[in-house]
């Protein structure tokens, strides 16, 4: 077993007997924001286990930087070196479930192994283009201690998405305790953590608790999850309102990530933050293609690129037109873009409700509508007057002139605290802002159906 001799290894090492020699060990590794999180009293062994307890949950990858770092340092002599670097080489060839074997005690034929808790929603996607940096970077985030992430962004540019497809193709290596998916908006999240416990892992808080409040079930849950020890993901997909999902969040320990994907920026001032930004153009005509096969896209390929400008380079209005064409085989790009989203813009039948089988739940104006109805009215308006603009970088003293009556700093907080702030308008530069250009549509659809057009005053 490796993780036994790995413990036996550097118990012996010398000078880590103290605690100012274990800090200063810690540092010189690389490693000292692990000095918080485990016990640097006690002797050697208990010292040296508990470290090694927390590389492992961080991972593989953590494990042997580690090990990388301490050959290079003075605390390995020669002969400990050369045990370290051959211990180091089979670590590293450890596939996933060996990994498992050696350094969680997991055994195959256990039924946790073969089936760990998840439930990852499948994707409606046909091919997921454009983002590897950002899974990347996602992953690199979750990757640090004590690290949880928001994915920020606007409605349909893709959160969810990504959230899937981090979930799919890293939990097998990473998260080998599983995955817990929960989706905010669709029900009470502490019910769907008691649920999910019940139906993926058999167990039922006790009797005693059962009459309790649900924050104090669902922490049960937490600390009884199983299979025990092992990273688990935990993704709280769409939230809205960062309170009604506090009392729910897993314990901070260095076992359960989170990921929360949400349209407001700022939501959790402790998580990392990635902001999601809409697709290159590249990769939005990469998607374009998954749906129209290459020849019907190069006959039309100058008109495709300005099918992806019309819808912003938006996934959710790119993988709605594409299924949309893919159904009108007959359909030329150019009518459908002069003819009918031109004239019938989000109103046409290609951006309405989308197939069950895709990601997203809503049509374009369906989506857009969720933000609207957070919006007070005085930031409605002002989204509207905004659409009367063309799409193009706004200096703020624009708007400020179209307002000659209005404090100036009432205007600025319902610019930043309600249309920037759930990711309707974006800051361009200094003192200026821009809406997207489906969200432009989108308000000026609004603004034809209220009876404000005459009356900016109000605001
Ligand atoms: N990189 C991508 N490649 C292919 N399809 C994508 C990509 N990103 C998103 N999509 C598709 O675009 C649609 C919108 O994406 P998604 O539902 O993830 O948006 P969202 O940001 O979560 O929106 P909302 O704020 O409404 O929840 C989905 O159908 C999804 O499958
Ligand atoms: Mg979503």
């Given at each position: 077993m490796l993780k036994p001799q790995l413990l036996k290894l550097l118990s012996n090492l010398p000078n880590t007997q103290k605690v100012q020699q274990r800090k200063a060990f810690l540092m010189f590794i690389g490693f000292d924001q692990l000095a918080s999180k485990i016990d640097l009293e006690g002797d050697n062994f208990s010292f040296f286990a508990g470290l090694i307890e927390v590389l492992t949950l961080e991972g593989q990858a953590s494990l042997l930087e580690f090990i990388d770092n301490l050959i290079e340092s003075p605390w390995s002599g020669l002969d400990s070196g050369e045990r370290l670097k051959s211990l180091r080489s089979r670590i590293a060839e450890l596939e996933a479930g060996q990994w498992r074997r050696e350094f969680f005690g997991e055994v195959d034929n256990g039924h946790s192994l073969q089936h760990p808790p998840q439930n990852i929603p499948r994707s409606g996607t046909a091919k997921f283009v454009g983002r590897s940096k950002e899974l990347e970077t996602l992953h690199n985030y979750l990757q640090r201690p004590g690290v949880d992430v928001t994915i920020v962004g606007m409605g349909g540019v893709g959160k969810t998405e990504l959230a899937i497809q981090y979930a799919q193709q890293y939990w097998q290596e990473f998260y080998p305790g599983g995955v817990c998916w929960l989706r905010a908006r669709a029900s009470n999240v502490g019910a769907q953590i008691v649920e999910f416990v019940q139906l993926y892992m058999g167990l039922s808080a006790p009797q005693t608790l059962m009459g309790l409040k649900l924050d104090q079930q669902v922490k049960w849950c937490w600390q009884n999850w199983q299979p025990p020890r092992l990273p688990i993901l935990v993704v709280i997909d769409d939230v809205t309102d960062y309170e009604g999902i506090?009392?729910?969040?897993?314990?901070?320990?260095l076992r359960f990530k989170v990921l929360i994907t949400t349209r407001i920026r700022w939501l959790v001032q402790s998580f990392v933050e990635l902001y999601l930004d809409i697709l290159h153009e590249s990769a939005a005509i990469d998607l374009l293609k998954t749906f129209l096969g290459t020849e019907r896209l190069e006959q039309e390929f100058l008109i495709a690129k300005e099918l992806c400008n019309w819808l912003g380079y938006l996934p959710l209005g790119l993988d709605l037109v594409g299924r949309y064409l893919q159904r009108k085989r007959d359909l030329l790009l150019e009518d459908l873009l002069n003819q009918r989203l031109e004239k019938e813009r989000l109103d046409q039948q290609s951006l309405q409700k989308p197939k069950p089988d895709m990601t997203a739940q809503l049509g374009m104006e369906e989506t857009f509508k969720l933000t609207w109805q957070e919006l007070d009215t005085q930031a409605q308006q002002l989204g509207c007057l905004l659409s009367l603009f063309t799409l193009a970088p706004i200096?703020?003293?624009l708007v400020e002139l179209c307002f000659p009556d209005q404090d100036l700093k009432n205007l600025e907080d319902i610019r930043d605290d309600s249309l920037f702030n759930?990711?309707?308008?974006?800051?361009?530069?200094?003192?200026?802002?821009?809406?997207?250009q489906v969200v432009r549509e989108f308000l000026k659809g609004q603004l034809e159906q209220s009876d404000w057009a005459n009356n900016f005053i109000c605001l």
């Open positions: 506090q009392p729910y969040l897993p314990p901070a320990n200096p703020w003293s759930l990711n309707l308008l974006q800051r361009t530069g200094k003192n200026t802002y821009q809406l997207h």
